[in-house]
Structures are given as structure tokens and as C-alpha cells.
């Protein structure tokens, strides 16, 4: 029932969905670009929950303390604290899949809503240390379209010639804020 209303209500606002997500898969990182807004994050639940992906996001702390953090954990939610020294998130994470039969991690590249001059690193590394395959995803507002790219990258020795690989390919996709977008 939940996502029959998800799904409705991202039509309503003319949202369309298409690729193939790879449900197939039982573990994933899946990069979502461009992250411009806050709105792309209820955006985002909405695909969660209409084309019932069940997977889970990792958020700063904060968000997730009382009277929202039980909302937020519902929701998939994984808090990280990315103000504590020594604490080792790709670690930390790289552990939770080892974990999990089926885990579908969905992190944004850039790691903020900002215009970034690169991209964090953290969740190719995650990827590449848990052995798991990265989704691509881009949110193109400007044609309110939803895009899982069907072919899955896999990292590989090369992490600069990755990176630009995934660069480039977020590169110009237009954000709610296409000024801070990548590219």
C-alpha cells in the first residue's frame, strides 16, 4: 500500500523512473548523483519505497536524534558521525556487509549538497573492499527523471581512472541546484 502511494505521488509531481535497478544483486553499493538539496533526500524515499528497493542510507548523526531518529532509522537510516577522529567509516561499513545477505547501500559521491571540486572516495572504497559491485543513479531534475544506469560498474586496481569514470558520468546531470551539481 505504501508504495502504490509512493509511487503515485511521484507522479503527481512528474517524476519518472527508468533503467533497471538491479534487484538481482543481493549487494550493492548504489551512488546517487547529482545530491543538490535537501529535497532530493524525500525524493529518493519515495523510489525506495515505490519501486521496493529496501535499501539503506547512511546520514550525519544529528539527524537521526530525537524526536526524528526512530523515523529516520525506520526509513533505512544508518547514522555516521563524521566529526569523531579515528573512527573508520569505510571499516565500519565494509564490516555491515560482511554481515548481511542483502544489503543496498545508497551513498551520494560528492558527500554533501555543495558544488565539490571531486569526489569523496569513501564509498568506491567501500565498494571495493567489501567485493561488491557500485549502481549508478542520477537524479536529473530538470526532466524529473530517475535513472538506474542497467550496467553495473565494478572497481577495479585503478582508482584514479575509476573515479574519473564516475565523474564523467554524473558530470552535467543537472541537480535542483544544477550550480552546485558535478561537472
Known sequence: MLSKLSAWLL???????????????????????????????????????????????????TLFRWPFGAFFRWLGGIPVDRTKKGGNFVAAIVEAFKHHERMHLVISPEGT???????????????????????????????????????????????????????NYFKDIPGKNPEQGIG
Open 11 to 61: 507522479k503527481l509531481w512528474g517524476w519518472k523512473i527508468t533503467g533497471q535497478y538491479p534487484y538481482d544483486v543481493p549487494k550493492l553499493v548504489l551512488a546517487v548523483a547529482p545530491h543538490t538539496s535537501n529535497w532530493d533526500f524525500p525524493v529518493g524515499v519515495l523510489v525506495n519505497s515505490a519501486e521496493k528497493i529496501y535499501a539503506n542510507y547512511v546520514g550525519k548523526h
Open 113 to 167: 549538497r555543495k558544488k565539490v571540486p571531486k569526489l569523496k572516495t569513501g564509498f568506491y572504497h567501500i565498494a571495493r573492499l567489501a567485493g561488491v559491485p557500485i549502481a549508478l543513479c542520477t537524479f536529473n531534475w530538470s526532466t524529473k527523471e530517475i535513472f538506474f544506469d542497467p550496467q553495473l560498474f565494478h572497481p577495479t586496481s585503478d582508482e584514479e581512472k575509476d573515479i574519473e569514470f564516475i565523474w
